[in-house]
């Protein structure tokens, strides 16, 4: 069985840095892009970026280019999301989805990592 | 970008009713659609793909049609858990994007 499964829901300040992760399992994390959407609070879905994590190949949306960075490593079959200095407009549920084979859908979807900045 | 625009942007039905979502794209884009539910609290669950393509384990009540700039998405027989919000998703060309979603109620 494909699963994604995301790291724990995280409370920050404004300007701290953060890293949440997705780690795949049931298939091969290799083969498969990884990509990240976000949904603030009471909102629709915005998709961030996306990664192959066989050789780190990775685009982004122009909304998140230099706001964030997407990365992955292979080796323990998980993938991240990171900011380096947050703001309360993160504030939002983050969600990584496993693109399906062959084409720029999702097939597989972690339960999502809240985000909440505030001071 | 592709814009994706959907409607309504809320639906209240009774239980057999069939419901019909419409996803218009700001551009010619084949046939590289997708279609999510998403419940309350949970992460976004496909449906259709290619347009018209069942993803596997999902009920045969659920349909989609459509290509170009046109695609609906049909419940043949809306059931309770169907209450759900409805998004489409393009896939013709980056970046992704996906329609403001549509709300479907059980009346």
């Known amino acids: 069985e494909v699963q994604l499964v995301q790291s724990g829901a995280e409370v920050k300040e404004p300007g701290e840095s953060l890293k949440i992760s997705c780690k795949g399992s049931g298939y091969s994390f290799t083969n498969y892009w990884i990509g990240w959407v976000r949904q603030m609070p009471g909102k629709g879905l915005e998709w961030m970026g996306i990664?192959?994590?066989?050789?780190?190949?990775?685009r982004y949306s122009p909304s998140f280019q230099g706001q964030v960075t997407i990365s992955a490593d292979k080796s323990i079959s998980t993938a991240y999301l990171q900011w380096s200095s947050l703001k309360a407009s993160d504030t939002a549920m983050y969600y990584c989805a496993r693109r399906g084979s062959g084409s720029e859908y999702f097939d597989s979807w972690g339960q999502g990592t809240l985000v909440s900045v505030s001071s | 970008d592709i814009q994706m625009t959907q409607s309504p942007s809320t639906l209240s039905a009774s239980v057999g009713d069939r419901v019909t979502i419409t996803c218009r794209a700001s551009q010619s884009m084949s046939t590289w659609l997708a279609w999510y539910q998403q419940k309350p609290g949970k992460a976004p669950k496909l449906l259709i793909y290619?347009?018209?393509s069942l993803e596997s384990g999902v009920p045969s009540r659920f349909s989609g049609s459509g290509s170009g700039t046109e695609f609906t998405l049909t419940i043949s027989s809306l059931q309770p858990d169907d209450s759900a919000t409805y998004y489409c998703?393009?896939?013709?060309?980056?970046?992704?994007?996906f329609g403001g979603g549509t709300k479907v109620e059980i009346k």
């Open positions: 290619k347009a018209s």
């Open positions: 998703q393009q896939y013709n060309s980056y970046p992704l994007t």
């Open positions: 990664i192959y994590p066989g050789d780190s190949d990775t």
